[in-house]
């Protein structure tokens, strides 16, 4: 009987410990657009264009120029980030400076960029792992594969971290087309992949919708970055 209730509690505090932090990842989903993290003070004076998505996590950013560049100089690609990924935590991504682009460890085949906002949200709710912050930025490069063109799902089957809900392709704004999927876990979280020559860069993240079909498909922070890649 004694082994029975033991069993018990430890299911109620494993439970408990699951819906508290649901909770808190939910509220910080629906924060106001205005404290939306990708948003800094600057973007957010910015025109009535560039605040032309109602997104849930925040708006479509037209003008990118003064975000941060980085780049891997080793596989040619770069990308931008807004200054609430300019954080401590995310130097261990860098090796260096060039110019005003900073460089990223050409050792490394993943990235993680936590967000400003995600850190605090995860520090309210000690313990919590990196999974927490909704809006992290993981970057993951794979071996060029044919597969990936000729049988889309089943190269997701093999490199994915989880069973997927769904795979496409899509053309962003700035004429790139990226092969997305959204993965069947916690936060149902949705990764972009660029299929180059000799490589395939994966950007994922959590807290977006722009490859949602329930809402709408909305341009948000995610595709502001997606649109911000260069090869």
């Given at each position: 009987m004694k082994i029975i209730w033991k069993w018990i509690v430890a299911v109620l505090v494993v439970?408990?410990?699951?819906?508290g932090w649901w909770f808190w990842f939910e509220k910080g989903r629906n924060l106001d657009r205005n404290e939306a993290p990708i948003l800094s003070g600057h973007d957010q004076s910015s025109t009535n264009e560039q605040k032309q998505s109602d997104d849930l996590m925040g708006n479509f950013i037209t003008d990118t120029?003064?975000?941060?560049?980085?780049?891997?100089?080793?596989?040619?690609?770069?990308f931008?980030?807004?200054?609430?990924?300019?954080i401590p935590e995310n130097e261990k991504n860098i090796v260096g400076k060039k110019k005003n682009t900073s460089l990223l460890d050409p050792k490394k085949t993943e990235y993680l960029f936590n967000s400003r906002q995600g850190l605090e949200q995860i520090k309210i709710n000690a313990g919590m792992s990196?999974?927490?912050?909704?809006w992290n930025i993981r970057l993951k490069t794979y071996?060029?594969?044919?597969?990936?063109?000729?049988?889309?799902?089943?190269?997701?089957?093999?490199?994915?971290?989880?069973s997927f809900?769904?795979?496409?392709?899509?053309?962003?704004?700035?004429?790139?087309?990226?092969v997305y999927a959204s993965w069947n876990s916690i936060c149902s979280d949705y990764s972009a992949f660029f299929i180059q020559k000799n490589y395939i860069l994966e950007f994922n993240t959590c807290a977006s919708s722009y490859f949602s079909s329930v809402y709408g498909d909305r341009e948000d922070y995610f595709s502001s970055i997606l649109n911000s890649v260069r090869f």
């Open positions: 439970s408990l410990s699951f819906f120029s003064n975000w941060e560049t980085y780049r891997n100089e080793k596989l040619g690609f770069e931008k980030l807004s200054d609430e990924y300019s990196d999974a927490a912050d909704g071996s060029y594969s044919k597969l990936i063109e000729s049988n889309l799902e089943e190269w997701v089957k093999q490199n994915g971290k989880a809900d769904e795979v496409g392709k899509r053309t962003l704004k700035n004429g790139s087309e990226v």
